[in-house]
């Protein structure tokens, strides 16, 4: 196999993980904030008075549930723009 091909198929490949990332970080984020959601709401339908107090922290599991999908795109975008496999592939 010459070098143009192992390059293509490193791209290729590199290309179904980057959905992969991209595809089930946004359902595992998506599933996970619908769920959380769901249960605030059913916390503050049972205690209306504990509601300041949920809603903070359920704001606070938002942003941290959102970093990590938003940390998954970075590492999609290191190896979409500049991906460290095809030096070793050059080789």
Do not use: H, W
Request: aromatic share 6%; net charge positive; glycine share 16%.
């Amino acid at each position: 196999m010459d070098k143009l091909q192992l390059v293509a198929m490193i791209q290729a490949y590199t290309g179904i993980g980057i959905g992969l990332i991209i595809g089930l970080g946004a359902l595992g984020a998506c599933v996970g904030v619908g769920i959380m959601c769901s249960r605030f709401l059913e916390g503050a339908a049972r205690q209306p008075e504990l509601m300041p107090q949920l809603q903070a922290k359920v704001f606070l599991l938002l942003g941290l549930i959102d970093a990590s999908f938003i940390i998954g795109v970075g590492l999609a975008m290191l190896f979409a723009f500049g991906n460290p496999l095809i030096p070793a592939g050059l080789k």
